[in-house]
């Protein structure tokens, strides 16, 4: 009853977050959208080998017979939070860019350990620890940083490239 309790809660508080976050800020509501499936792909990349090879189980989670992965997760939660990273970031210099990631990774680190050591939302196997989940989330969020970022420079030289083709 505790697991329900807990992935139903995380879960009405991630879609209601989603709605006020990603519709923050209506410039970049696009941006904000990128963002969410970037980061949704990034993780769905990364958590399927990892479950595949026993590394980590969900061994409650929503449509069980459909999924190994905790969707609740890994299509809400830490897109969103990587959303919210994003941010927090937008205008930031690269190297405070970079130390904040760890305010966000952090969290969801201690997250996750506390509900590996007192749920069955999440195990950890064959090595797997807190570790290595904060790096991940650290490479994660980076990763997607960079792409976002990537894709801005490159629309903004498109766009001069057009307007300078225009004239």
């Known amino acids: 009853m505790k697991d329900r309790t807990i992935l139903n809660s995380m879960t009405i508080l991630g879609i209601t977050g ?7 800020k209506k410039g970049q509501l696009k941006d904000w959208f990128l963002i969410y499936f970037i ?20 061994p409650y989670r929503y449509f069980s017979n459909f999924f190994d992965s905790n969707i609740v997760f890994l299509y809400i939660l830490f897109p969103l939070s ?7 970031t937008d205008k930031m210099k690269p190297l405070k ?5 760890f305010l966000f990774s952090g969290p969801m680190t ?3 350990n ?3 050591k007192n749920t069955n939302l999440v195990k950890y196997h064959k090595g797997w620890n807190s570790y290595i989940t904060f ?13 976002i970022e ?9 766009s001069n490239l057009e307007t300078s083709n225009a004239n």
Request: net charge positive.
């Open 82 to 88: 990587c959303v919210i990273y994003n941010q927090f």
């Open 18 to 24: 989603s709605i006020f976050f990603l519709l923050r």
């Open 135 to 147: 790096g991940v989330l650290s490479f994660t969020f980076i990763l997607v940083k960079g792409c």
């Open 114 to 116: 506390w509900l590996e």
């Open 97 to 101: 860019m970079f130390l904040s990631v």
């Open 110 to 112: 201690l997250l996750e």
């Open 39 to 58: 980061k949704t792909l990034v993780s769905t990349i990364i958590d399927g080998p990892v479950i595949k090879r026993g590394y980590l189980r969900y």
């Open 150 to 158: 990537g894709i801005r420079f490159l629309d903004k030289k498109m």
